[in-house]
């Protein structure tokens, strides 16, 4: 057998020492006979992180970079500059490896091809207790995984989620890798480049991941934001004309009264500010937090509110 990886985990990581290490645990349990290596970017880190990627700590050898802060897209740059294999798979620092992830990516690229993106799903870990906000995200890439699964759509250049993906190296090099100047949505941008250079996307559902996410509420709110803003930029882009009926059919998606909500806010930057703090004051209330219905409605008019404005 060669003693040279099958695939290169790029692992981008920022003040996440503990939780680093228990998905390094992960990747260490593997069930793989194949060599793989895993590229561990530490960007900008100050909680000991970079400490432990020097010590004999990491329970498995990795090659451990230390970086500036230059944020999700520098950080995975990097670790695709070093990567040895011909394979990455992407793997998030709050993304819990199943023991079977690895064999299901490599797997699915020889079942789909050289030209292939392949993503994993990343399911709720019955041990995490989510916030109500990260809750309602991972609800919301449940419905994209049960409607993949069902065949109502393939997969594409939208869930391209780097938390746990994979493709060939040379594709990510001949793209010219992320864009740095993108902090969200970095992955969906080289998403449509690699879609426009003929690569297809292909959802593996045997490639699991559990996702421990944690973000305070203020971070999730800006993230819709910068969402809505991105895809206008994108859609900006020569030949990505399209992306505009992509974000109206989001609109039209939304319930009625959402909807409204979402009129009102846009025409005025007053009623955007009232209906946001009414919106939060609701959610604030203990009793609104146990009814998933009622929280999922309100968060989902806080992050419609901010995706269109």
């Known amino acids: 057998m060669s003693s040279s990886p099958v695939l290169t985990v790029v692992m981008p990581t920022f003040n996440r020492r503990e939780r680093l290490d228990q998905v390094l645990r992960s990747l260490a349990a593997q069930d793989l006979d194949e060599p793989f290596e895993v590229v561990v970017v530490s960007d900008g880190s100050t909680d000991g992180t970079n400490e432990y990627l020097r ?24 670790g695709v500059e070093r990567a040895s294999a011909d394979l990455v798979v992407f793997v998030d620092d709050d993304v819990v490896a199943d023991s079977g ?20 799903p990343m399911l709720d870990p019955d041990d995490h207790d989510m916030s109500p906000w990260i809750a309602w995200e991972q609800t919301m890439l ?40 993108f902090r969200r949505a970095e992955d969906i941008e080289l998403a449509y480049r690699l879609s426009e250079k003929g690569l297809t996307f292909h959802f593996e559902p045997d490639a699991v991941g559990l996702h421990y996410a944690e973000r305070p509420y203020e971070s999730w709110r800006n993230t819709a934001y910068v969402y809505g803003r991105n895809d206008i930029v994108f859609a900006r882009a020569p030949g ?18 959402i909807r409204l909500i979402v009129d009102r806010s846009v025409a005025s930057p007053r009623w955007r500010t009232s209906l946001t703090r009414v919106f939060e004051r609701l959610l604030r209330l203990e009793r609104l937090q146990r009814t998933d219905r009622a929280a999922r409605y309100l968060l989902s008019g806080v992050y419609a509110i901010e995706y269109h404005n």
Do not use: C
Request: no cysteine.
């Open 55 to 78: 010590s004999s700590d990491p329970p498995l050898d990795i090659v451990g970079v230390v970086q500036d802060n230059q944020g999700p897209a520098g950080a995975r740059n990097t």
């Open 101 to 120: 992830l690895l064999r299901a990516h490599l797997d699915a690229h020889e079942r789909h091809g050289p030209d292939a993106v392949v993503i994993g």
């Open 142 to 181: 449940a419905k994209q995984y049960e409607a993949m699964l069902r065949g109502d759509y393939d997969a594409t250049a939208r869930q391209f989620y780097t938390g746990n993906s994979s493709l060939r190296t040379r594709h990510l090099r001949d793209a010219g890798g992320f864009d740095p100047t």
């Open 240 to 257: 990505r004309e399209w992306l505009y009926g992509f974000v109206a059919d989001v609109y039209w998606r939304h319930h009625p009264s």
